[in-house]
């Protein structure tokens, strides 16, 4: 068996991220926190998930995350299957942060919305409405190669 377990991300302010982490997913808590140092400079470290996954987020990072609208390399996004993604689109939309791409429409097997944390990195959230991996994996004439960019910055 394969999985992803974590994912490991900088972020300028932990605290940020962290909400809206724990907005979108309010099951989720902080499994461990602490200080450590990397390469001389002193950083705050949490993990953030259930029994299973979570991400890794570290603080004092130093920048800007890359542009989203460019082609350098980079985390273009991080995936989550989700049970119900119109309620995080709407606990997330309610604490003020806004839909980037809204694809729950038009698709007969799964509904998407993607959201950018304070930090820069864009979230997909996707609730699948099929188990049969020939529907949710249905790529084909279903218009979900038309992106439709809510608040492009």
């Known amino acids: 068996m394969v999985r992803l377990e974590h994912s490991n991300l900088s972020v300028v302010d932990i605290e940020k991220t962290l909400d809206f982490i724990l907005t ?9 926190r602490g200080n450590n140092v990397w390469y001389g400079v002193e950083r ?4 953030v ?11 004092q990072a130093a ?11 980079g985390l273009a996004h991080l995936g989550f299957a989700v049970d119900d993604v119109n309620a995080i689109v709407e606990r997330l939309t ?8 809204d694809m729950r429409e038009g698709h007969p097997f799964r509904k998407t ?5 304070p930090e820069g990195f864009e979230f997909e959230f996707i609730q699948y ?3 049969k991996p020939e529907e949710k994996n249905l790529y084909e004439d279903v218009g979900s190669t038309v992106v439709t ?5």
């Open 63 to 73: 920048g800007k995350n890359r542009d989203l609208q460019g082609h350098t390399p």
């Open 94 to 101: 309610a604490k003020g942060y806004d839909i980037r791409v």
């Open 44 to 47: 705050q470290w949490l993990h």
């Open 24 to 32: 979108a997913f309010p099951h989720w808590q902080v499994r461990a």
């Open 49 to 59: 998930g259930d029994d299973d996954y979570y991400l890794s987020l570290n603080g």
């Open 149 to 153: 960019f809510v608040n492009p910055d």
């Open 113 to 117: 919305a993607y959201f950018i944390d």
């Open 129 to 131: 409405l099929s188990e």
